[in-house]
């Protein structure tokens, strides 16, 4: 079993920025994948950053990239999200996640362990 707590959301002018942190317990993580997620009102589920546990590669949606980045850090368990030059359309919900069997996630039907979600509200 692994549990994801995240935290760091909150509301944010246009070009602002926020770090997004997931700690996960429960398992040992080096073979497994983890990510960001976002859900806005209405719409589904997207795919916004990935990073292997073990490597260290990263994959980011072409909505975020160069204005976001995923990290790891190995001894706390911990992946954040550092989400700069924020837009209103950057406004969602955002959910850590992790994969197992895989070194990526980029999908939600990769997903087998999901947080509990944290509101990212970006105003104009």
């Known amino acids: 079993q692994v549990q994801l707590v995240e935290s760091g959301g909150g509301l944010v002018q246009a070009g602002g920025s926020l770090r997004l942190s997931c700690a996960a317990s429960g398992r040992a993580f080096s073979s497994y994948g983890m990510g960001w997620f976002r859900q806005a009102p209405g719409k589904e589920r997207e795919f916004v950053a990935t990073?292997?546990?073990?490597?260290?590669?990263?994959h980011y949606a072409d909505s975020v990239k160069g204005r976001f980045t995923i990290s790891r850090d190995s001894a706390k368990n911990t992946v954040y999200l550092q989400m700069n030059s924020l837009k209103p359309e950057d406004t969602a919900v955002y959910y850590c996640?992790?994969?197992?069997?895989?070194?990526?996630?980029?999908?939600?039907?990769?997903?087998?362990?999901w947080g509990q979600g944290t509101q990212v509200t970006v105003s104009s």
């Open positions: 990073i292997s546990w073990s490597s260290g590669n990263t």
């Open positions: 996640a992790v994969a197992v069997g895989f070194r990526s996630v980029v999908a939600v039907d990769q997903v087998g362990y």
